[in-house]
């Protein structure tokens, strides 16, 4: 579905990406690892339109989109759950679900919302409070609500555990775990290595730009250099 080859980036003079490369089938759940600053969200920005790319290819279902604007790219069917979920705070729960469903605009989406609240029974019981009262684990249930909403074909997450406490980062594994089994594409990008590789399939490993490792979750799991530097082994 989603094919990434030899892909730069740079902020003015400076690159940050290195030549990287990794694909996600439709269906998978693919987890890009590594510590702050290893070029995961410049990445996902690229994929999504949001700053263009240097060199190399993005391709989404064969068509190349690197370069397009982001409202052509989320108009394709790729939605972003964005680092720091980004509320509309003095806008209802239930006014920013709707905000994500914009590009289906001329469609019923009440279906849609009610598969969220059932996803997230917390957002049916807040759905008329605004979004900027929540906590912090609320606001990260209306950013994925919001997401999905657009009925993306592929919903990449940035960093959804982010600022959250332990017992939220497990409400957070298990709804993309039931995401993942709702046959919905996923690339996550994630900090909190041991949660990612729970939830994905196949990881890649970034470090300073680069890709340094890919595998199975599992063979990432067992990896020497990832046990040691993420997993504390």
Same mark, same amino acid.
């Given at each position: 579905m989603l094919a990434v080859t030899d892909l730069r980036i740079a902020y003015g003079k400076t690159e !940050?990406? *290195? /030549? !990287?490369? #990794?694909?996600v089938a439709a269906g998978e759940c693919i987890a890009l690892i590594g510590a702050n600053g290893a070029g995961k969200s410049t990445i996902l920005k690229a994929i999504c339109g949001l700053i263009p790319p240097s060199s190399g290819d993005i391709r #989404? +279902?064969? &068509?190349?989109i690197g370069g397009l604007p982001g *409202? =052509?790219? =989320? &108009? $394709?069917?790729?939605?972003?759950c964005p680092e720091g979920r980004q509320m509309f705070p003095e806008m209802t729960v239930l006014e920013n679900l709707q905000l994500g469903a914009y590009r289906r605009r001329s469609e019923d989406i009440s279906g849609t919302i009610d598969e969220v609240m059932t996803l997230f029974p917390r957002l049916r +019981? &807040? =759905?008329s409070q605004l979004a900027g009262t929540l906590s /912090? /684990?609320?606001? +990260?249930?209306v950013a994925i609500g &919001? =997401? $999905?909403?657009?009925? @993306?074909r592929l919903c990449i997450f940035d960093e959804p555990s $982010?600022?959250?406490? @332990?017992k939220v980062v497990d409400e957070i594994e298990e709804t993309l775990m039931k995401i993942k089994n709702l046959g919905v594409t996923i690339l996550l990008v994630e900090q909190a290595v041991s949660m990612a590789l729970r939830v994905a399939d196949r990881a890649y490993v970034l470090e300073a730009g680069e890709v340094v490792a890919s595998g199975t979750s599992q063979e990432i799991s067992n990896d020497s250099r990832v046990q040691s530097a993420y $997993? /504390?082994?």
């Open positions: !940050v990406v *290195h /030549g !990287v490369s #990794f694909d #989404f +279902e064969g &068509r190349s *409202h =052509a790219v =989320a &108009r $394709l069917g790729i939605c972003m +019981e &807040r =759905a /912090g /684990g609320e606001q +990260e249930m &919001r =997401a $999905l909403m657009a009925k @993306p $982010l600022g959250l406490a @332990p $997993l /504390g082994g």
